[in-house]
């Protein structure tokens, strides 16, 4: 699975109708959508789709036409997404009605072809779970295990230091195996709760 970490956009013609479209990270969509219809006051439709993951890593979907006729424009735009294996993803396309009308076929091929565009000069991420794991030591381990934990692409979310210094770790199951084999005798990561 794939997603973004930023917002791409591109613009894609089709027989004087211009298509915006535009490809940011699913948590940013609120902003995006109201930030574009007031860039884009005399825009005649405004369609999306997205695609994300919920707290049960299940794919959560949902399109909209915004005024094309149905199934047109947001159900072929969910599918280039879909079929590029995008998730916590969306995209917005704005689109300029240029007098000519493209039928549902020229629709559904325009609005592919919009995402298609936008899809092919955004830089894609590789997606993969995150774990939060925590580590407890001692204050004398601490900086050895600070250059084992940087070394092995672990993210250290916070630090406590009570009795002993207590990490709060975030990576992927992958780094956090070969990490444990690296880690000196009798410290061990637990699993935060």
Known sequence: MKYVQKEFSSTFEEKKSKFHAFLAPYSKFNEVMERLKNEHP???????????????DQIIENSSDDGEPKGTSGKPCLNVLAGND????????????????LGTGGLVRAYSDAVNSVINIAQLETYQKLEIK?????????????????NSNIDILGKEFNLKVELLLQSTK???EQFEKELPLGIKLEIKI
């Open 174 to 176: 992958g780094n956090f």
């Open 86 to 101: 995008l998730i916590n993803t969306f995209v917005i396309v704005v689109r300029y009605f240029g007098g000519v009308k």
């Open 134 to 150: 925590k580590l407890q030591c001692e204050y004398n381990e601490l900086s050895k295990l600070e250059y084992l934990i940087k």
């Open 42 to 56: 005399k825009a005649r439709h405004f369609v999306y789709a997205y695609r994300y993951l919920n707290e049960f």
